[in-house]
């Protein structure tokens, strides 16, 4: 069990690995990798706030694995999100906002929170630049990988969608609901995943390179912190003129969803 007293070493950890105040910052984590944490994910969550300051902005993926064909149906309120129980916390916080997409959404908190997360419903993709990860690539944004790498790097989703890749979403479509916070019903048609094979933790070493991710360790894992813009300048020419070293497709499909 990581103490109250190892919190404070936490976020000396979070420090020298690049958090600063007043970053625009999106979270993926697996607190299973970091630890248990007395105090248990709000404690992290008081950690990061506590770094990134009145300033800063805090974001994390609330991804609905949930919401499909089968069940097609999503409440920004009640949804839950299946990637970790670090969104799931935060997203119950005052004050924080949860973007409308019903698949593909975030969650924030801060000065910028309302920037990052409106638009997400009515975005062509749920990566387009007009997303909250085609923005945080643009608005001087990072990504803390929190016990975790860049097989969750959601933001590569949105690169794919610039370069143009084709082959990765299926061409037909379903009806989604959307409920909002206030209660009103949106429907939108999704694309959903083609079959695939990533090879995302392949760019890690290269955006490192490139001076965009730094390593360290923190609780009981490694974590990256990764600049998003470096990210996009990295990434983004490999999908556009080999995107094979990045992604393959497992399926026959041409289909480009832009």
Not at 93 to 106: D, F
């Amino acid at each position: 069990m990581i103490t109250m007293h190892d919190i404070i070493l936490i976020e000396s950890h979070l420090r020298q690995l690049g958090l600063q105040a007043g970053m625009n910052l999106l979270v993926h984590s697996s607190l299973r990798r970091v630890g248990p944490v007395e105090g248990g994910a709000d404690a992290i969550i008081d950690c990061l706030l506590c770094i990134l300051g009145p300033e800063g902005t805090l974001m994390m993926s609330t991804v609905s694995g949930n919401v499909n064909r089968d069940q097609p149906v999503f409440h920004v309120q009640e949804t839950p999100s299946t990637v970790g129980t670090l969104g799931n916390i935060f997203r119950r916080r005052p004050g924080a906002i949860r973007s409308l997409h019903p698949v593909h959404s975030i969650v924030a908190m801060g000065p910028k929170a309302e920037f990052f997360t409106s638009g997400h419903l009515e975005a062509r993709t749920p990566w387009s630049p007009d997303s909250p990860y085609g923005k945080l690539m643009r608005n001087r944004g990072h990504i803390l990988f929190l016990g975790t790498n860049f097989t969750c790097n959601t933001c590569i989703h949105a690169l794919e969608i610039e370069a143009r890749v084709p082959g990765l979403h299926t061409e037909e479509t379903t009806t989604l609901h959307v409920c909002d916070a206030q209660g009103q019903w949106h429907a939108i048609e999704h694309h959903w995943h083609a079959p695939k094979k990533d090879y995302y933790v392949d760019m890690e070493h290269l955006v490192a390179q490139a001076g965009g991710l730094q390593f360290g360790l923190v609780g009981n894992g490694i974590s990256r912190l990764c600049n998003a813009e470096i990210l996009r300048q990295t990434v983004l020419p490999i999908l556009q003129k080999t995107p094979e070293c990045v992604i393959r497709r497992l399926s026959s499909s041409n289909y480009i969803w832009e």
